[in-house]
């Protein structure tokens, strides 16, 4: 024909199939209420133009927009990109996510929004506006904001809410935070640690309750005590620096510490070097998260690898089928595991509780 494939739109394949626009865009939506012959000959026209759906044109029909909002903090998200420290939770909602969309003929974009902003319900209510978004991602902490989760209720738009367990709209999807908490405080049992210390995340995150359930529990099953070695940070290096201080100036320090991010795994780290203790042969230390980053460092850290990926790319087919089938009645739970490295070692024998 001589027409460039990139420049061939959904006006080319109506007059070329001599049907109009609206019926091209249902045969491209796969709509019900289109002739099987009709099909046929829109098909036909498609083919031989070579013509590749845009979104602007899924969307013509009004019942879809093929697109998946992921809402994130603004105020962490933007100082993790600044501090170009290998925080990667962006990019693994990214590779699940985006990767998910893209099998289903969808899209993923990510918005930044402040939870903590009076104005909260305007700005995503702009987004939402704007973009008419399919199904909305929802992550800590803005999974328990009533604000949001009321708004996206009220439009009736199928969301999920990664990290929340609360009962109310939306998918509600975790992690398997408490589980993944045990798995990191059993290995540490079982290499002979009784004083195992947790520094726990922000109150404003109910995942935070969850390791610490985790890690109480793994201890008080295997007949040990969690009473007074637990600190709690903002997932940040200098709280968690501040956090490892208290527990390691103990007068019956832990021989081990679990750590609720990665940054302040690495303030443990630098802390106990202060002192002068070796990990693992003073100190067995664990993480959570399994950034890039914990593969580098000396010794590299034993750290639960969050399958942010994985929740992502589920939460994509839960709102994808949200028009045919009702959300879980229970929370969906994608767990983690633990990745075993260097800085976790066997309890030396003179440590002894």
């Known amino acids: 024909m001589g027409r460039r494939r990139q420049s061939v739109t959904i006006k080319h394949v109506a007059a070329d ?7 091209v865009s249902r045969v491209i939506n796969n709509e019900p209420n289109v002739r099987p012959a ?8 498609i083919d031989k133009l070579g013509y590749v759906p845009s979104i602007a044109a899924q969307r013509m029909s009004g019942s879809r927009s093929y697109l998946i909002l992921a809402i994130n903090d603004r105020d962490l998200t933007i100082a993790d990109w600044k501090a170009r420290e290998g925080r990667d939770w962006v990019d693994q909602m990214l590779l699940g996510g985006m990767l998910t969309c ?4 969808y899209r993923m974009l990510i918005e930044l929004v402040d939870t903590h902003s009076d104005h909260v319900e305007r700005e995503l209510g702009a987004a939402i506006a704007a973009l008419q978004p399919d199904g909305v991602i929802l992550t800590p902490p803005h999974s328990e904001n009533s604000l949001i989760t009321g708004l996206l209720a009220e439009k009736g738009i199928p969301f999920a809410r990664i990290g929340s367990k609360q009962e109310g709209p939306g998918i509600a999807m975790t992690m398997g935070d408490s589980h993944n908490a045990r798995l990191a405080t059993d290995h540490l049992i079982e290499l002979g640690h009784e004083r195992i210390g947790f520094i726990a995340g922000p109150e404003d995150f109910s995942l935070s309750g969850w390791r610490m359930e985790g890690w109480a529990s793994a201890l008080e099953d295997a007949g040990f005590s969690s009473e007074g070695l637990c600190e709690r940070g903002d997932f940040g290096f200098e709280s968690g620096a501040r956090a490892a201080e208290r527990l390691l100036g103990l007068t019956e320090a832990p021989t081990a510490i679990i750590a609720s991010s990665d940054q302040m795994a690495l303030a443990v780290l630098e802390v106990a070097r202060r002192r002068g203790l070796n990990v693992p042969k003073d100190l067995s230390l664990v993480s959570f998260d399994n950034s890039p980053i914990v593969r580098f460092t000396q010794p590299a850290l034993t750290a639960i690898d969050q399958p942010i990926a994985a929740t992502a790319a589920r939460a994509v087919e839960l709102l994808i089928d949200a028009r045919k089938k009702p959300a879980p009645a229970e929370p ?3 767990q983690g595991e633990l990745v075993v490295r260097g ?3 066997s309890a030396r024998v003179d440590a002894g509780s």
């Not at 199939?17 to 019926?23: F, I, N, P, Y």
């Open 38 to 45: 009709m099909k046929e000959r829109v098909q036909a026209s």
């Open 102 to 105: 893209a099998e289903h003929g």
């Open 332 to 334: 969906v739970q994608i």
């Open 17 to 23: 199939a001599g049907v109009s626009l609206q019926t």
């Open 343 to 345: 800085s976790t070692a």
